[in-house]
């Protein structure tokens, strides 16, 4: 599996877990999404696996759950 690949995929998964832990406001509480859980479960499989599809539908589920959140008005923008 290219390092290049891996590099995208924790990069999306750190900016998914910066808007979890920072995007909030002091009142809500700070947990991870379904599509986040299973983000990292896809990603984690394709490091252990190296399989490229799988850290692509990581990758994907990262970028939908934050653009479901930034539409729900979970995120705030900056």
Do not use: C, E, K, Q
């Not at 590099?7 to 002091?26: D, E, I, T, Y």
């Not at 589920?61 to 900056?78: E, K, N």
Request: charged share 10%.
């Amino acid at each position: 599996m290219s390092g290049a690949y891996v590099a995208v995929a924790v990069a999306a998964l750190a900016v998914n877990l910066a808007l979890v832990w920072f995007g909030g406001g002091a009142n809500r509480a700070r947990r991870l999404t379904p599509l986040d859980g299973l983000a990292f479960g896809f990603v984690i499989a394709a490091i252990v696996f190296g399989d490229t599809s799988l850290l692509g539908v990581g990758v994907t589920l990262t970028i939908v759950d934050i653009l479901v959140r930034r539409r729900s008005g979970h995120l705030h923008s900056a």
